[in-house]
């Protein structure tokens, strides 16, 4: 099993920044890629960001495309989402999310982030 901690989400204006942090544990010896979606309230579970353990291939939507940043530190099992000119669309809770290399998923709790106009 993989455990997932999110952290970093909160309250910001329109324009601001926030990075979100989310450390695995438990059996992350087959890490294949981490990533970052989003659900925002009446609506279903997005993709936003993605990023492959090996190599650092990345991936994002087009809705955060040169704005959200993914990033890694293979020592710490941590993916961090640095998410700049924030727009009150990105109001979400942000799930981390674990694939393994077996295909295997994990989900984090989500971390709310609310952007004001």
């Known amino acids: 099993q993989v455990q997932l901690i999110e952290s970093g989400g909160g309250l910001v204006q329109a324009g601001g920044s926030l990075r979100l942090s989310c450390a695995a544990s438990?059996?992350?010896?087959?890490?294949?890629?981490m990533g970052w979606f989003r659900q925002a309230p009446g609506k279903e579970r997005e993709f936003v960001a993605a990023i492959r353990w090996s190599g650092g291939s990345t991936e994002y939507a087009d809705s955060v495309k040169g704005r959200f940043t993914i990033s890694r530190d293979n020592a710490k099992n941590t993916v961090y989402l640095q998410m700049n000119s924030l727009k009150p669309e990105d109001t979400a809770v942000y799930y981390c999310?674990?694939?393994?290399?077996?295909?295997?998923?994990?989900w984090g709790k989500g971390t709310p982030v609310t952007v004001s106009s």
């Open positions: 438990g059996r992350t010896f087959s890490s294949y890629a």
């Open positions: 999310n674990y694939i393994d290399g077996s295909g295997g998923m994990y």
